[in-house]
């Protein structure tokens, strides 16, 4: 976007938010009416998003989405209820998750779509992650209470429906509980990035073994939200290359923390590394980060969606019936 002649910075930027709100909670925004609504990227209580399964598919329909999946954060113990939810309204179903990853010192995440929930190699694996997230947890409790705010491990606790999955959403919500920050964006960066107060290090699992455990679950490993990490070009190319050479399928090119600009770069980056093309809101909470089910562009046309050879056998609801369905 052009920054008009004279126009102050705040206010600049101020624009420049409304806009990426506007585009990210404008439901099927982009969408063309011969082409189903993919998001393939969404939270639930499960995790750090604070509607159950069964609710955000709901909202899911309601936003306009023919395909979902659900990919809470290293858990799978909502996609029983989702899918049935997905079949009672009609849409499309997915089971996903989305596993946390250390690579060269950096946190990555990557999604795993089309899984096998019950195998039993990507269940240990996710057991041990979740094990991992309690001491993090603990250990960024005991960091805000050194900078003055008590209680954040319990405070955090009460806003995660799932114990097992505790993380710094829920640390960001206990302090806007707290009057502390007004919104989870401000608490992230004040409180629970690299260098701030709260900010503990960790050890994911490899990158090896995320998308080990995907493939041997029978599913397709997708680089999540890569704008979003604090990686150069080079670094960036040399992730890209490394993950199609483990096995991993595809990258995020349409997510809700990607610029326009970012759309462009990561289509061009897929299409360069033989990777598809994913699409997902990344929604946890509405309301939350300025995301909806379903928002955002489509997919750049020169990219390969990676549903372009998946045959959906879960229930759409009537009026998808009439669009072209990938094969």
């Known amino acids: 976007m052009l920054r008009p002649a004279g126009l102050e910075n705040g206010y600049f930027a101020m624009i420049c938010l409304a806009y990426q709100i506007i585009r990210w909670t404008r439901p099927r925004a982009g969408i063309g009416l011969n082409r189903l609504n993919y998001d393939l990227h969404c939270h639930s209580s499960i995790s750090d998003g604070v509607l159950s399964p069964a609710l955000l598919v709901q909202r899911a329909a309601e936003k306009g989405v023919d395909v979902l999946a659900l990919t809470d954060h290293d858990d799978v113990g909502g996609l029983g209820e989702a899918a049935q939810a997905a079949a009672a309204v009609g849409i499309g179903f997915v089971n996903g998750v989305e596993i946390s990853v250390t690579w060269s010192g950096v946190t990555l995440h990557v999604v795993g779509l089309n899984i096998d929930a019950g195998n039993a190699m990507l269940q240990a694996g996710l057991a041990d992650i979740q094990l991992g997230r309690r001491e993090r947890a603990e250990r960024i409790g005991l960091e805000l209470g050194k900078h003055g705010i008590p209680g954040a491990f319990d405070g955090a606790l009460r806003h995660a429906a799932n114990p097992r999955m505790i993380g710094r959403t829920h640390f960001a919500r206990f302090l806007i509980e707290q009057g502390v920050c007004k919104d989870v964006r401000s ?141």
């Open 187 to 327: 608490v992230f960066k004040k409180y629970l990035v690299r260098g701030r107060p709260g900010y503990v290090t960790h050890e994911w699992t490899a990158l090896e073994n995320a998308v080990a455990w995907i493939r041997a679950a029978g599913g397709q490993a997708v680089l999540a939200h890569p704008g979003r990490y604090d990686l150069k070009g080079k670094a960036t190319r040399r992730l890209l290359g490394e993950f199609r050479e483990l096995g991993g399928e595809g990258v995020e090119v349409v997510t809700g923390s990607h610029t326009p600009d970012q759309h462009a770069l990561f289509a061009e980056l897929a299409n360069l590394y033989g990777l598809t093309a994913s699409r997902g809101s990344d929604f946890h909470a509405p309301g939350e980060y300025g995301r909806e089910l379903g928002g955002g562009p489509e997919l750049p046309v020169k990219c390969t969606p990676i549903w372009h050879n998946w045959r959906l056998t879960s229930a759409r609801r009537t009026r998808a019936a009439s669009k072209t369905v990938p094969n």
